[in-house]
């Protein structure tokens, strides 16, 4: 899969004492994103996505280069597995990371300055539940389940087995990737698997399975851009920018679908022609509709009530030790101010 990066550009200041120009030269070790949030635009945000169909918006503003008509230079990294870019942004590694909403509850308790500032997506199908030899809830009982466990599919999962009065201790968990799941099922070492797309669609079709439970009609599992208050604070300039990018970004792909495909489908390993279904499975958002849907209250779709429910859900499977206030998740004032 081909990696799209933009190296760092450095730029040395001309000083006029001879001493400290070479106490700079002499320093060859790159800056980390955290030290590059107080720098000038000079500076390339540092930005990370992992595969997902509902991050085409800045999968295309990166192969366009959208950035460059906004003055900014983007540093863009990209993991195979999403806990990886999470970890990275928690590291201070990164200025900006697109990751699963319901992964910040975590996050949070770790580290209480990370905030979500626009929305990509909501997942509409694209995150399921595989299984053979099952119609309800109830028939996971003892089953083994794959799964990487990450607070989104945590969620998807413990509403499903809700829904038929079991718990995850009526079941047996097989902590793999959400890639090694979807394998494991196609291959049938599992009857049971939690995954999403690009896997979710292909597991299903070589595993000769079904789709017993998914993310449709649903916020439950929203997607987005992280960033910490610090880079959010000296950066904001950089950061707003780089939003007008992405939001040229989705209005690509709705415009272009061919060319997206062709973009798309590069991140995500798949044929062209396979992207527009698996685009389909997700809400994508703009700019606007972060202001008009996502960031509204009174919107039933809002994201409020979805971070709400993963903080309440978090605390009741104990993936966090203490409650995190998910009114303090989110920083919706760039996309406002756009």
Known sequence: MLRLTIHRVFRFLLLTLFTCGMLIACNTQQPTAESSASSSSTQPLVVASSPWPG??????????DFFKDEGITVKDEYFQVATDVN????????????????????????DPSVRLIMLSDYSNGADGILARNVSKPEDLKGKEIAWEAL?????????????????????????ITAAEAATAFASNKVDVAVTYEPWLSKATQEGKGQVIFSSKNTNIIPDGLIAKTNVIDSRKADIEAYLRAVDKGVQFVRDNPKEAAEIVGERLGVKPEEVPALIDTVRIFSVAENK?????????????DSLAFAAKTSEAVKLINSPVDSTKLYDDSLVKGL
């Open 292 to 304: 008009s849907i996502v960031f509204n209250s009174s919107d039933s779709m809002n994201v409020m």
């Open 87 to 110: 970890t990275a942004i928690l590291a201070g590694k990164l200025d900006l990371a697109w990751a699963g909403v319901p992964d910040l509850v975590p996050m949070a308790s770790r």
């Open 55 to 64: 991050f085409a918006g800045h999968y295309v503003a990166v192969a366009k």
């Open 151 to 175: 607070p989104l599919q945590v969620l998807l999962l413990q509403k499903y087995l809700e829904s038929g009065g079991l718990t995850q201790q009526d079941v047996k968990l097989l902590n």
